[in-house]
């Protein structure tokens, strides 16, 4: 009796296969239905031959037709940050030191260095030229101070300018001071409570002659659009290699326009040309990054 019954279900099985019909199209087996499995996809028919193997769902799936674009809608914003901008002009020339001159000048102004004491860092080059419309002089500190004094002598050590600050940048005021044209001064800043100042730097106080073609240049700017003269005269101040100058007028334009990239640019070329003031330009190019004009 059980083997007559088995033997009734494997010829059920046997005889129960997919058939085709005249049109190609495969019936779905009765087989996989009694035995609890379902088919993932069904067998095709090409030329009246049954595939190898099942074609994939994903395949069997319509494509999407993509939408044509608006001609009238913006085009999509870019996730790209804006490249910065790279200035072509050479400006080397800033820093005028002769590094083979061994000249040293007296840095003492108040006691002996006898130990290692917090000094500012001047932010300006070496020996640099001094023309006076709109010099700023800076430095950099980083710890407790109580202000600072930037000073100012001759050659002889005599002291023209002696101020104490609280703000790391001074606009020097040069219409009480008489820089005599062709001659040497050297600026330093002491940190208070500390009875020492930094070591000096140079400026050279351009030539009586050179002071009257800067100012015939800047005399002859057309004054007309207000932004761009102020820009042709920081383009002069630069021509020319006077970083005290150029960087105050930079300052001047950012003040008043900050939101233009173009300034930071320039400001930041100009305190690429020496290490001291590195940061300085990457702070500036940045910025210039994030401008939106």
């Not at 609890?36 to 769902?57: D, H, K």
């Not at 002696?162 to 002491?190: C, M, N």
Request: aromatic share 8%; net charge neutral; glycine share 4%.
């Amino acid at each position: 009796m059980k083997l007559a019954i088995t033997c009734s279900l494997l010829t059920a099985t046997f005889l129960i296969q997919p058939t085709h019909t005249q049109n190609g199209a495969t019936a779905e087996s009765n087989v996989e239905a009694n035995v609890g499995v379902r088919s993932s996809a069904t067998q095709s028919i090409t030329g009246n031959q049954p595939s190898a193997e099942p074609t994939s769902i994903l395949t069997t799936r319509p494509q999407q037709s993509q939408a044509t674009p608006d001609p009238k809608s913006p085009p999509p914003a870019s996730n790209n940050k804006p490249k910065r901008k790279v200035l072509d002009a050479d400006l080397s020339g800033f820093d005028i030191s002769d590094p083979k001159s061994n000249k040293k000048v007296t840095t003492m102004l108040g006691g002996s260095r006898t130990a290692a004491v917090p000094s500012a860092t001047l932010l300006a080059p070496k020996r640099a030229k001094f023309y006076g419309q709109s010099a700023t002089f800076d430095w950099s500190f980083t710890g407790h101070n109580e202000g600072y004094v930037l000073i100012i002598t001759d050659e002889d050590e005599t002291q023209l300018v002696h101020l104490q600050l609280q703000e790391t940048r001074y606009r020097l005021d040069t219409s009480a001071i008489k820089f005599q044209p062709g001659q040497t001064y050297y600026w330093r800043v002491q940190v208070l409570p500390n009875p020492l100042a930094s070591e000096p730097l140079e400026f050279e106080v351009v030539s009586a002659q050179e002071q009257q073609a800067i100012t015939k240049a800047i005399a002859a700017i057309p004054t007309t659009n207000p932004y761009q003269s102020a820009l042709a005269k920081a383009q002069i101040l630069t021509d020319r290699r006077l970083w005290f100058d150029a960087l105050g007028a930079y300052d001047d334009l950012i003040a008043k326009y900050p939101d233009r990239s173009e300034l930071y640019n320039q400001r930041g070329a100009i305190y690429a040309q020496i290490p001291a003031t590195k940061s300085q330009s990457e702070s500036d190019f940045a910025r210039a990054d994030k401008s939106p004009q």
